[in-house]
Antibody, heavy 118, light 110 residues
Framework: EVQLVESGGGSVKPGGSLRLSCAAS????????MSWVRQAPGKGLEWVGR??????????DNAAPVKGRFTISRDDSKDTLYLHMNSLKTEDTAVYYC?????????WGQGALVTVSS | QSVLTQPPSASGTPGQRVTISCSGS????????VNWYQQLPGTAPKLLIY???QRPSGVPDRFSGSKFGTSASLAISGLQSEDEADYYC???????????FGGGTKVTVL
């Protein structure tokens, strides 16, 4: 059974940093492309970015609102995906979902809440 | 403002057919496949339709997807109370080099 479990969410002040982790199980993590999608309170879904498998280059793509501030990385030896968030803004407040990407977002984690507030 | 345009709401009585539209451009729906996601209240989204019209295992055949040109649609036939949820369309956008979503459609069963 595919499982994606996010951790590391919490409250942070504007300008601060936070790192989310996503522990994957039930599939071959090293061969998977992985993505992050966020959802602000009461709002719709917003793509944050993705990382390809090492076989496909291991490169990342990020959405414009987070480019230069957020970095996606992976540790295939630990079956773990990361989202490093710097220079956080109040508008980054959202639930962040870890997702396996296989032509679509076929498996989602339960989400981790990040609150950016002074 | 979402790149893909969906109506904010749709409704129907049990057993009715409800259709949700998703409008895009040649950079996304016009050249890429469309996926649909269902988000039940208080839960994470779930894949409902992929590749324009394919259902993952376990998704009832009451749900169907289609695409024509730069638009796509999701149909729910034989509407049931458990179908009350938010529905999102999504596609890759070649000009933005990223995934884009519709703003979501809240389906209410009257």
């Amino acid at each position: 059974e595919v499982q994606l479990v996010e951790s590391g969410g919490g409250s942070v002040k504007p300008g601060g940093s936070l790192r989310l982790s996503c522990a994957a199980s039930g599939f071959t993590f090293s061969g998977a492309w992985m993505s992050w999608v966020r959802q602000a309170p009461g709002k719709g879904l917003e793509w944050v970015g993705r990382i390809k498998s090492q076989t496909d280059g291991g490169t990342t793509d990020n959405a414009a609102p987070v480019k230069g501030r957020f970095t996606i990385s992976r540790d295939d030896s630990k079956d773990t995906l990361y989202l490093h968030m710097n220079s956080l803004k109040t508008e980054d407040t959202a639930v962040y979902y870890c997702i396996r990407e296989f032509y679509s977002f076929d498996y989602w984690g339960q989400g981790a809440l990040v609150t950016v507030s002074s | 403002q979402s790149v893909l345009t969906q109506p904010p709401s749709a409704s129907g009585t049990p057993g009715q057919r409800v259709t949700i539209s998703c409008s895009g451009s040649s950079f996304n729906i016009g050249s890429q496949t469309v996926n649909w996601y269902q988000q039940l209240p208080g839960t994470a989204p779930k894949l409902l339709i992929y590749g324009n019209n394919q259902r993952p295992s376990g998704v009832p055949d009451r749900f169907s997807g289609s695409k024509f040109g730069t638009s796509a649609s999701l149909a729910i036939s034989g509407l049931q109370s458990e179908d009350e949820a938010d529905y999102y369309c999504a596609a890759w956008d070649d000009s933005l080099n990223g995934r884009v979503f519709g703003g979501g459609t809240k389906v209410t069963v009257l």
